[in-house]
Nanobody, 122 residues
Framework: QVQLVESGGGLVQAGGSLRLSCAASGRTFSSYDMGWFRQAPGKQRELVAGITSDSRTYYADSAKGRFTISRDNAKNTVYLQMNSLKPEDTAVYYC????????????????WGQGTQVTVSS
């Protein structure tokens, strides 16, 4: 069992930055692939960025060049650094963990956090 707790969301002006953190419980964090997803009102949940257990990274086109995902296995934490934020980045951001399957597909994830709201004002 893995419990995930996100933090770092908030209200920021367009062009600003936020860093989201996701703290995981358990001693096997390093063996999990991790993903950051987001869901805006009326839209489907989508992957923003993912990082494998061996630290390969993947990004949605909308995140490339602006967002950076990283992990610190010693702290059982995964981060999402978001720069040059846009109003369309407004959403609830979720952290998720999985062992198997393609990193870009949400149904492959076994554990989810409760989400943290990110609001970008224009």
């Amino acid at each position: 069992q893995v419990q995930l707790v996100e933090s770092g969301g908030g209200l920021v002006q367009a062009g600003g930055s936020l860093r989201l953190s996701c703290a995981a419980s358990g001693r096997t964090f390093s063996s999990y692939d991790m993903g950051w997803f987001r869901q805006a009102p009326g839209k489907q949940r989508e992957l923003v960025a993912g990082i494998t257990s061996d630290s390969r990274t993947y990004y949605a086109d909308s995140a490339k060049g602006r967002f950076t995902i990283s992990r610190d296995n010693a702290k059982n934490t995964v981060y999402l650094q978001m720069n040059s934020l846009k109003p369309e980045d407004t959403a609830v951001y979720y952290c998720a963990a999985k062992r198997m399957g393609i990193i870009m597909i949400s149904r492959n994830y076994d554990y989810w956090g409760q989400g943290t709201q990110v609001t970008v004002s224009s």
